[in-house]
C-alpha cells in the first residue's frame, strides 16, 4: 500500500464581518483541504475558502457562527510613514503575539513577492505563522495583511511586509461578489522614467513611467498613446513607477474610462482611455 501524507501548517486571519468573512494569505489556505479557525476564547470552526488570489497573494475564508469578535478595516491610503502601527498574529504557534512598530515605507514594489505589490513595510516585528494576520493602527483599525518579510535568518530582521487593506478589499469585493478577480488592462509595456532619461525627454522628474510598447489594438492603441509617452497620472493620482500603474490599472475595472496625463514632445496632454479586461500579463 502507497503510504498516505498528511501536512500541516499554521497561519493567521481576521475576521472583518460578522458572519464571519476573514481575510488571509493566499499563500496560507490557498491549497489547503481542510482549514480549521481557532479563535482566541477557544471556540474552533471548520472553514471554507470562499476564493483565493494569487497574484495578490489575498484570500477569503468564511465561518459560521454567532456573537463573533470583528476587526474593523481602516483606510491604507491615509497611513503616514512613522506612524505606529501593531502586528497580530500565531508566529511559530504562539497564538495571540503581538508586536510594534511603525510604518517604515508604503508603496513597496519590486520586491517579488506577488504580481501586484504595493508594499506597506514596516519593523514591527514579523515571524513565519503571522502570515495573514491584520496590521492595524493606533484607532484599532486593520490597514494591512502581514504577508512575508526579508531576512537572512529565516527570522525577523526588522523589514515585514503587508499588503495594504484598500488593495485587499478591491480583492475580497470580488471574491464575495464571483468568486473570483477580474482586473483592468491598458495594453502597454512600461518602464521606470530613470535620470538619464528624464533628460533625454526634457522632463523636470524621475517620477512616472515609461511606455516602452503599445499593444495593438489594445486601449492604450485605440486612445493614441506611443511608445515613449511618460504616463504623469491616472484618474488624477501621481505615477512614481511601473509597480504603481500596474496597480492602478489592474483595480479598475474593465470597460472603466480613465483620464492619463502624458508628457509628449515637451508637453503634457490628456488622454482618454477605455480600459479592457486583463487577458495576460501586460499591464
Known sequence: ????????????????????????NNHVVGDADVITVKLNDGREYKAK???????????LIKIEGKNLPVLPLGNSDEIEIGEWVVAIG????????????????KGRSNVNIADYEDFIQTDAAINPGNSGGPLINLEG??????????SRSGGNMGIGFAIPINMAEFVKDQLIKSGKVTRGQLGVMIGPV??????????????????TEVVKGSPADKAGLKTGDIILKFNGKD???????????GMTSPKAKVNLLVFRDGKEKKFAVKISKL???IT
Open 194 to 211: 530613470e535620470s538619464d532619461l528624464a533628460d533625454y525627454f526634457d522632463l523636470d522628474r524621475t517620477k512616472g513611467t515609461v511606455i
Open 90 to 105: 500565531n508566529p511559530f504557534g504562539l497564538t495571540e503575539t503581538l508586536t510594534f512598530g511603525i510604518v517604515s515605507a
Open 239 to 249: 505615477v512614481d513607477g511601473p509597480g504603481q500603474l500596474k496597480n492602478l490599472v
Open 1 to 24: 500500500q502507497p503510504r498516505k501524507y498528511r501536512q500541516e501548517g499554521q497561519g493567521s486571519g481576521f475576521i472583518f464581518s460578522k458572519d464571519g468573512y476573514i481575510l488571509t
Open 141 to 150: 483599525k486593520a490597514i494591512g495583511i502581514n504577508s512575508a518579510i526579508f
Open 279 to 281: 487577458t495576460d500579463t
Open 49 to 59: 475558502v470562499i476564493g483565493s488570489d494569487k497574484k495578490s497573494d489575498v484570500a
